[in-house]
């Protein structure tokens, strides 16, 4: 960050390095890496990536009860493309940490549903390191276990 004071000294511009990034519909400010401080982010729900996880699992019990018998009978009851309904039914693969963040909207904001419908590792840590990006994803207080 910098200021620049003109030359009549009567107006201050002060510039901040930064990037405008869409997320679930909303404009988002990132600082670059090794700005100042800034109050860590609030959570935020990407509903896009809930909605995704959530149908993912939904398909996933249709088809383990037996209600649909193939991803084709599936996909035509949804009126939605089979190869849609592959890669979503693939974010059931999921690591749980991964999918806890989602829930919880403490994603990176760069995870955005094209980036879970790529391929992924299949070993649940080098998913978290691939989407979460090194991050540590910030853990819901824990009530302490009863020490009997």
Same mark, same amino acid.
């Given at each position: 960050?910098?200021?620049?004071?003109?030359?009549?000294?009567?107006?201050?511009? +002060? /510039?901040?390095? &930064? %990037?405008?990034?869409?997320?679930?519909?909303?404009?988002?400010?990132?600082?670059? =890496? *090794?700005?100042?401080?800034?109050?860590?982010?609030?959570?935020?729900?990407?509903?896009?990536?809930?909605?995704?996880?959530?149908?993912?699992?939904?398909?996933?019990?249709?088809?383990?009860?037996?209600?649909?018998?193939?991803?084709?009978?599936?996909?035509?009851?949804?009126?939605?493309?089979?190869?849609? +309904? /592959?890669?979503? &039914? %693939?974010?059931?693969?999921?690591?749980?940490?991964?999918?806890?963040?989602?829930? =919880? *909207?403490?994603?990176?904001?760069?995870?955005?549903?094209?980036?879970?419908?790529?391929?992924?590792?299949?070993?649940?840590?080098?998913?978290?390191?691939?989407?979460?990006?090194?991050?540590?994803?910030?853990?819901?207080?824990?009530?302490?276990?009863?020490?009997?």
């Amino acid at each position: 960050m910098r200021g620049d004071l003109d030359d009549r000294g009567d107006t201050l511009t +002060v /510039c901040i390095p &930064l %990037r405008i990034r869409k997320r679930g519909g909303r404009k988002l400010m990132i600082a670059p =890496d *090794g700005a100042g401080a800034w109050p860590p982010p609030r959570a935020r729900v990407d509903n896009a990536l809930v909605k995704a996880v959530a149908r993912a699992h939904r398909w996933r019990r249709l088809l383990e009860s037996g209600e649909y018998a193939t991803i084709t009978e599936l996909a035509a009851a949804e009126k939605i493309n089979q190869s849609y +309904v /592959c890669r979503i &039914l %693939r974010l059931t693969l999921l690591a749980p940490d991964v999918t806890e963040s989602i829930l =919880d *909207g403490r994603q990176p904001a760069e995870l955005d549903l094209d980036s879970l419908l790529k391929p992924l590792p299949g070993d649940w840590a080098a998913q978290a390191n691939v989407l979460l990006k090194n991050r540590a994803v910030r853990q819901r207080p824990r009530r302490p276990s009863k020490v009997i």
